[in-house]
């Protein structure tokens, strides 16, 4: 791996070759940017309870919190993406021009803030404290993945770094959609330090995808590879919500700060780099 320098910020570490910066947030300020980032407040077509667009904190010190926050007696968290997914969108309840609904039941999409297609994707990150109760993620998405059988036209979830439990991660790619379609590729598991500061990349290339943890190769996919632009995702999730018991917050196992517990994801840097030919 090369050193990669950004001004006044951690030092990015890139495969060899050259390579330009074409996005990036480095969360400087105290305010999230709009600009570059939305939330994913829904899922399967409608709000979803786990979700919130609140819990977010820029620091000042140039990173981004995302914290576990209560609604209604119950444990919720932040998603940040820069686009978003045409089966997430809730149902549009208005009619289309030929008065017949139920042939486009879909809501409106919503222009996506960055899409990206190759390139080296990489985010530099230190985990919350209890993966018990809340999981956090980097990965890029498309916006139509499952919508035709070949996954290289209609895209892919790369999960360039998953955090589940305390001390390990996971990293891989899913493809044909998450129904009886559903497959893995380059799925591995591996222990890290959790009270540290942590590298994770994704070279993704028209051939292959190799995903990278703290300068080394951990893993990597040569088949079913997204042609298709896709989106970026910085998520964490409630444990069990997809059971339908997303965890209560009368007896939190960290202490309540204002609206949010001290327990958090915190990312340091997002950034995109395209290889220069």
């Given at each position: 791996?090369?050193?990669?320098?950004?001004?006044?910020?951690?030092?990015?570490?890139?495969?060899?070759?050259?390579?330009?910066?074409?996005?990036?947030?480095?969360?400087?300020?105290?305010?999230?940017?709009?600009?570059?980032?939305?939330?994913r407040l829904n899922f399967?077509?409608?709000?979803?309870?786990?979700?919130?667009?609140?819990?977010?904190?820029?620091?000042?010190?140039?990173?981004?919190?995302?914290?576990?926050?209560?609604?209604?007696?119950?444990?919720?968290?932040?998603?940040?993406?820069?686009?978003?997914?045409?089966?997430?969108?809730?149902?549009?309840?208005?009619?289309?021009?030929?008065?017949?609904?139920?042939?486009?039941?879909?809501?409106?999409?919503?222009?996506?803030?960055?899409?990206?297609?190759?390139?080296?994707?990489?985010?530099?990150?230190?985990?919350?404290?209890?993966?018990?109760?809340?999981?956090?993620?980097?990965?890029?998405?498309?916006?139509?993945?499952?919508?035709?059988?070949?996954?290289?036209?209609?895209?892919?979830?790369?999960?360039?770094?998953?955090?589940?439990?305390?001390?390990?991660?996971t990293t891989g790619n899913?493809?044909?959609?998450?129904?009886?379609?559903?497959?893995?590729?380059?799925?591995?598991?591996?222990?890290?330090?959790?009270?540290?500061?942590?590298?994770?990349?994704?070279?993704?290339?028209?051939?292959?995808?190799?995903?990278?943890?703290?300068?080394?190769?951990?893993?990597?996919?040569?088949?079913?590879?997204?042609?298709?632009?896709?989106?970026?995702?910085?998520?964490?999730?409630?444990?069990?919500?997809?059971?339908?018991?997303?965890?209560?917050?009368?007896?939190?196992?960290?202490?309540?700060?204002?609206?949010?517990?001290?327990?958090?994801?915190?990312?340091?840097?997002?950034?995109?780099?395209?290889?220069?030919?």
């Amino acid at each position: 791996m090369k050193r990669y320098e950004v001004k006044d910020h951690e030092p990015s570490y890139l495969p060899e070759g050259e390579w330009k910066l074409v996005w990036h947030d480095e969360f400087d300020g105290t305010q999230l940017d709009q600009t570059k980032w939305g939330f994913r407040l829904n899922f399967w077509g409608k709000p979803f309870d786990a979700y919130t667009d609140q819990g977010i904190v820029l620091d000042g010190n140039s990173h981004v919190e995302l914290h576990r926050t209560q609604r209604n007696g119950k444990y919720v968290s932040p998603q940040l993406q820069t686009g978003s997914n045409s089966f997430d969108i809730p149902k549009s309840g208005s009619e289309n021009p030929w008065k017949q609904d139920e042939i486009w039941p879909l809501g409106i999409l919503e222009p996506p803030k960055f899409v990206h297609r190759y390139g080296y994707y990489e985010c530099r990150c230190k985990f919350q404290k209890d993966p018990a109760t809340m999981w956090s993620a980097f990965w890029v998405q498309s916006p139509t993945i499952g919508a035709r059988f070949e996954p290289q036209w209609c895209g892919v979830e790369s999960d360039i770094m998953e955090c589940f439990a305390t001390g390990t991660a996971t990293t891989g790619n899913i493809f044909g959609g998450y129904g009886q379609q559903f497959q893995n590729e380059g799925r591995v598991h591996y222990d890290l330090d959790p009270g540290e500061w942590h590298y994770f990349g994704m070279d993704w290339q028209p051939d292959k995808y190799v995903f990278y943890y703290n300068g080394r190769e951990i893993s990597r996919c040569t088949e079913n590879i997204s042609q298709v632009p896709e989106f970026i995702l910085l998520t964490t999730e409630i444990q069990g919500y997809r059971g339908g018991k997303a965890w209560e917050g009368k007896e939190p196992p960290y202490i309540i700060q204002g609206e949010f517990t001290d327990d958090c994801f915190i990312a340091d840097f997002v950034r995109v780099f395209d290889r220069v030919e």
